[in-house]
């Protein structure tokens, strides 16, 4: 299975898929794309020898981005902090083919917004005694897609939004690999 990973910021998510992709059979990692020129993220495909791309919004929209997907068979797309909208359409060409992860207990904290330390400071101030992640498909709504997994933490004890976002992250790289690893290796199974 062919996978593109999109992702906006710093990329330790998408550092993670592709450490742990490079050591899985039946999975190649093709692009990372990123919306922001100056994205971590491109740099860390880089380093680890992926073909990276940057794209703006307006090829987003446009199709231009899917075409090119298109072009190198994509069968699969992992969001790893990407922060842009994903089109109708391109919901559409990969129906059931795009899973994201959010660092909340979704439907929890969800929604246009709430992203990055946003949500952590939400979790904090509304002194939740747990937090998490989830993954998740992606429809044409921010965070609605149906739930895969989630990853739970006890943060009553924590005493600061970056706490709860250090802990989260460590989640979110432990589990995001393995879970799109299962679910993509299964739809091949599924396709055979
Ligand atoms: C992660 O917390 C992810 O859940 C969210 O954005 C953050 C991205 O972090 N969607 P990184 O760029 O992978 O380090």
Avoid at 26 to 52: F, P, T
């Amino acid at each position: 299975m062919r996978v593109a990973i999109l992702a906006s910021g710093s990329g330790s998510n998408a550092a993670a898929l592709m450490i742990h992709f490079s050591n899985t059979e039946g999975i190649d990692v093709v692009l990372v794309g990123s919306n922001r020129s100056s994205a971590g993220v491109l740099e860390k495909a880089n380093q680890a020898g992926v073909a990276s791309l940057h794209f703006s919004r307006e090829e987003l929209v446009s199709g231009a981005l899917l075409m090119k997907l298109k072009t190198l068979k994509v069968d699969w797309v992992l969001l790893a902090g990407f922060l842009l909208k994903i089109p109708k359409e391109f919901c559409r060409a990969f129906e059931n083919k795009i899973l994201n992860i959010h660092p909340s207990l979704l439907p929890k904290f969800g929604g246009e917004g709430m992203y990055g330390m946003n949500v952590h400071r939400a979790v904090f101030e509304a002194e939740e005694k747990e937090s998490g992640m989830t993954i998740h498909y992606v429809n044409e709504r921010y965070d609605e897609g149906a739930i895969v997994f989630q990853g739970r933490i006890d943060v009553s004890e924590f005493t600061s939004a970056e706490e709860i976002a250090s802990e989260v992250l460590k989640l979110e790289h432990e589990y995001y690999p393995r879970v799109a690893r299962e679910i993509i290796l299964d739809s091949q199974r599924n396709i055979k």
